[in-house]
């Protein structure tokens, strides 16, 4: 028998990711076997009601083990343990490739007025996907070409009732079963699949966590991975949607849902790959918003913030909640001309005052930093935690 601190690790695919395709594989796979460090994976069951019971099993942190093991969570169980001196465990449940809305359970919208009857619209489309396999299932029955017969079928396999990112199917399945199991919180990485609806991102992921801690009774820690850089595009100032959305969308749940935090991964990320292989940040940023909010051993775990802005003259003085330093030549920021369009900036900063302008743009609208999906990036917290400051804008 073994008592500790237990966290659920959930999303999609970067939860998924295992410490074997990370960059800390070698790293991790020879440390030596350690009892106090463990990760349950839930088996991938999505179900079309709510159950009582999952398949996995726990497996200690050690060599034969460890590469396929969840990176984040494992990276992130292993610095919460390394500081709190006591065993901590995982519960990592996730999917590749699934939406938000699939991991809370129906009826999770009831008090989202901008959701208002997604439930029967959830539920229609579920009826319309088995009126369509019940139609297929009939031309299969009297196909007589082997070739169309194929094809039916592989149709049909596409169309089954119960699916990876059926509504509420991963919470039935994969979730519901852990209600009452006591947890610390909960660490999410996902958002990848609801980018392209970034703006409903805030009550569909803001949902979905009131439903877990409703279901537990209990409003515990729920901390996000903010999503880092992905996918460059044509370098231009900013980018409006997508991806600097739905970041901007977790950083309002981490200020507006009770228990809701986030981490900040903006100077992480692969251009042309979703998966980025450096996990182990990652992980450990999770822990140190883990170690200042719940824990309260770091007095500094959370990114640094911009708490006030104000425009002076033609220059945009941001003020962030504590000293920063500009790394990279100060880039990633961009002010507003006044016919709207947006032209790069410079920066610079005195202790927690960063003072950004463009020498052809006087008095801008507005500015923003870190604006894009693949953005440059150059504030970071002075002393020895260097974190990233998030993604930014005055134009909200």
């Not at 695919?13 to 790293?27: E, G, H, I, P």
């Not at 129906?106 to 088995?130: N, P, S």
């Amino acid at each position: 028998l073994i008592v500790g601190e237990v966290w659920i690790g959930s999303g999609q695919s970067n939860m998924d990711w295992v410490v074997k395709n990370t960059t800390a594989a070698a790293d991790a796979k020879s440390r030596p076997a350690d009892a106090s460090l463990r990760v349950f994976t839930v088996a991938r069951t999505p179900k079309a009601e709510p159950v009582d019971d999952v398949q996995g099993s726990w497996k200690l942190a050690a060599p034969d083990t460890v590469e396929g093991l969840t990176a984040t969570g494992l990276f992130f169980a292993r610095e919460l343990r390394a500081n709190i001196k006591q065993p901590v465990g995982v519960i990592h449940t996730s999917i590749g490739g699934t939406r938000a809305e699939a991991w809370g359970p129906k009826g999770m919208y009831a008090d989202v007025a901008d959701a208002k009857d997604f439930d029967a619209k959830e539920t229609a489309a579920i009826k319309a996907r088995a009126v369509a396999l019940e139609k297929l299932n009939a031309k299969i029955a009297v196909e007589k070409d082997k070739a169309a017969l194929a094809k039916l079928r592989q149709d049909a396999g596409r169309l089954a009732p119960v699916w990876t990112n059926g509504p509420h199917m991963n919470w039935n399945g994969m979730v519901a079963p852990l209600v009452g199991y006591s947890v610390r919180g909960a660490i999410w990485y996902q958002g990848e699949s609801n980018a392209g609806q970034p703006e409903a991102y805030k009550w569909v992921l803001g949902s979905m966590i009131k439903s877990w801690h409703k279901a537990w009774g209990q409003e515990f820690p729920f901390i996000i991975v903010q999503l880092p850089r992905f996918m460059a595009k044509k370098p231009v100032a900013v980018e409006d949607g997508g991806w600097p959305v739905i970041r901007e969308s977790m950083e309002w749940i981490a200020d507006h849902v009770p228990g809701a935090m986030m981490s900040v991964n903006i100077d992480l990320g692969e251009e042309k790959d979703i998966h980025q292989k450096d996990k182990l940040p990652v992980g450990e940023r999770l822990a140190a918003v883990a170690l200042q909010r719940v824990y309260k051993t770091r007095a500094v775990g959370e990114a640094p913030r911009v708490k006030q802005a104000e425009l002076k003259g033609d220059a945009w003085v941001l003020t962030y909640d504590r000293a920063v330093v500009l790394q990279g030549e100060g880039k990633g920021f961009a002010v507003q001309q006044a016919d709207g369009k947006w032209a790069y900036a410079t920066a610079k900063a005195e202790g927690a005052q960063v003072t950004v302008a463009a020498a052809e743009v006087k008095a801008p609208k507005a500015a923003r930093y870190a604006w894009a999906n693949f953005p440059e990036v150059s504030v970071f917290s002075a002393g020895q935690d260097g974190l990233p400051a998030g993604p930014w804008r005055s134009d909200k």
